[in-house]
């Protein structure tokens, strides 16, 4: 199984702050690599799939990049409702595996 | 507007049997692939189970294979997760999820709201 690594487990930051999230693949993935965000009580939701491709409606200040092990999670300017727990995941084998979640916090 | 509203999860004893259906609408349902992904309490995101658009490609992860069974009845939209030989370890919240036209490199976009498993005794 591929297994993928998050860090930090826990961002603390301010509104406004360029926040990036990190996640690691045990072997190369290509850029089978796809981001969502979970608030609590709530589904997880798409925000890029492809490493890089936004996903529709999703808005701009989220950008995502990285290609083979290594890849990242970008918020330009972090909102108020950006704080949520964020995990990335694996689509290029299965059984398709998520990291153990980034928890953004208020500072 | 895309939409999947699982149902059917509750308290079950250890050893015992549960079906979750998931009703979708709002897109052509037999032209996509379907997943199942849970969460333990507080704990993160566990894929268990995809099914290609037809029905006729399945795909587990090791924790549930042999214990559950993925379906789709395309005629009514819903997706099936048969859940036998019930663990402690298989609570968690389940969540059904759209994927990919293709079962191969699935992303889930979007996610039901999720139904509750608790197997204790």
């Known amino acids: 199984d591929i297994q993928m690594t998050q860090s930090p487990s826990t961002l603390s930051a301010f509104v406004g702050d360029r926040v990036t999230i990190t996640c690691r693949a045990s072997q190369s993935i290509n850029n089978y690599l796809n981001w969502y965000q979970q608030k609590p009580g709530k589904a997880p939701k798409l925000l890029i799939y492809a490493a890089s491709s936004l996903q529709s409606g999703v808005p701009s200040r989220f950008s995502g990049s990285g290609s083979g092990t290594d890849f990242t999670l970008t918020i330009s300017s972090l909102q108020p409702e950006d704080f949520a727990i964020y995990y990335c995941?694996?689509?290029?084998?299965?059984?398709?595996?998520f990291g153990q979640g980034t928890k953004v916090e208020i500072k | 507007e895309v939409q999947l509203v699982e149902s059917g999860g509750g308290l079950i004893q250890p050893g015992g049997s549960l079906r979750l259906s998931c009703a979708a609408s709002?897109?052509?349902?037999?032209?996509?692939?379907m997943s199942w992904v849970r969460q333990a309490p507080g704990k993160g995101l566990e894929w268990v189970s995809a099914?290609?658009?037809?029905?006729?490609?399945?795909d587990y992860a090791d924790s549930v294979k042999g214990r559950f069974t993925i379906s789709r009845d395309n005629s009514k939209k819903t997706l099936y997760l048969q859940m036998n030989s019930l663990r402690a370890e298989d609570t968690a919240v389940y969540y059904c999820a759209k994927g990919r036209i293709t079962i191969s490199n699935n992303w889930f976009d979007p996610w039901g709201q999720g139904t509750l498993v608790t197997v204790s005794s």
């Open positions: 709002g897109f052509t349902f037999s032209s996509y692939a």
């Open positions: 995941q694996q689509s290029y084998s299965t059984p398709w595996t």
């Open positions: 099914i290609s658009g037809s029905g006729g490609s399945t």
